[in-house]
């Protein structure tokens, strides 16, 4: 008869086998279109997370402390966050009225995504619409009006390309 340490012992490696085999949920960070963030609720990354509070504030923390925030604290309750399909980014109250919107609804009907990156910054994507400006690492490089734009390594060993439209 097996003992409950050789059971343990045998199933452990098991579970490391069959964790090859299984990806992390790479969603706990991103909220697609037409999707919810209710109260008390939040999008995760690392040690950042932005959080729909029950005072209808929605707030991005990092390790604990707000970096940004809607400033809409006590304006509504019950409130929740939606990525619309026109990717408007909104705070709705519970009688659906909207108390914040990113205002970056282009009256259409798409996929956008709202995105909590590992720079800390919040992105509405379809293509980039809107940033809460929030990441931590500062860019690479500045460019001013008759500068060329050129390629930097940042701190984070990351490579970062600015180009100039």
């Known amino acids: 008869m097996a003992t ?3 059971l343990a012992f045998l199933t452990l490696p098991a579970l490391l086998f069959l964790s090859l085999f299984t990806s992390p949920s790479s969603a706990e960070n991103i909220l697609y279109t037409n999707e919810v963030l209710y109260s008390d609720n939040s999008l ?3 040690y950042y997370r932005l959080t729909m509070q029950r005072d209808c504030n929605l707030v ?4 604990g402390y707000p970096v940004w925030a809607t400033n809409t604290g006590g304006l509504a309750s019950g409130c929740y966050l939606k990525m619309q399909g026109d990717g408007n980014l909104v705070v709705y109250s519970n009688t659906n ?7 970056t609804g282009d009256g ?3 996929n956008y995504v709202l995105v909590l ?3 800390r910054n919040v992105v509405v994507y379809g293509t980039a619409r809107w940033a809460s400006h929030s990441n931590a690492f ?3 490089v500045v460019i001013t009006d ?5 390629n930097v390594s940042t701190t984070t060993g990351d490579i970062a390309m600015v180009t100039k439209n």
């Open 4 to 6: 409950p340490a050789s």
């Open 44 to 46: 995760t990354y690392n």
């Open 60 to 63: 991005l923390y990092d390790n």
């Open 97 to 103: 009225r909207a108390i914040w919107a990113s205002n």
């Open 108 to 110: 259409g009907n798409a």
């Open 117 to 119: 990156q590992r720079d």
């Open 138 to 140: 500062g860019s690479g």
């Open 146 to 150: 008759g500068q060329k734009a050129s």
